[in-house]
Each structure stands twice: as structure tokens, then as C-alpha cells.
């Protein structure tokens, strides 16, 4: 699930979650670490859909 969500972020926001978690692949985070890398999935989700909405022009077509 984990992996899911990042695949639909941009890279940047999967670059944030490796360094954060100081690993090279996501299957090589910690089983323990789950709860914490949940959590913070799910605030890059927030934080990169509330981007992609700003980006949407209110007086466009």
C-alpha cells in the first residue's frame, strides 16, 4: 500500500520518504517503521494533492 501511494506521488515527494526513513528502496524499510512511513505517506498525499489543485487555473476553460 505503502508503495502504491508513492508511485502516484512525483519523485520528489519519494525522494523526501527515502531520505526520511534513510533507506535506497522501499522494501528495504523496517517492518517497524510501518506505522510511521503510513503516516507519513499520507502527508505527502495531502501535501501533493493540495499542490495539484493550486495548480489548476480558476479562469481557465
Known amino acids: ?3 502504491t501511494a ?10 523526501r520518504f527515502l531520505q526520511k526513513f534513510a533507506v535506497q528502496r522501499i522494501r ?3 517492518a517497524s ?7 507519513f505517506v499520507d502527508a505527502l498525499v495531502r501535501e501533493y494533492s493540495a499542490e495539484s489543485v493550486a495548480d489548476v487555473d480558476p479562469f481557465g476553460p
Open 6 to 15: 508513492l508511485k502516484a506521488l512525483p519523485r520528489e515527494a519519494v525522494d
Open 33 to 39: 517503521k510501518g506505522e510511521l512511513a503510513r503516516a
Open 1 to 3: 500500500a505503502i508503495a
Open 28 to 30: 528495504d524499510l523496517p
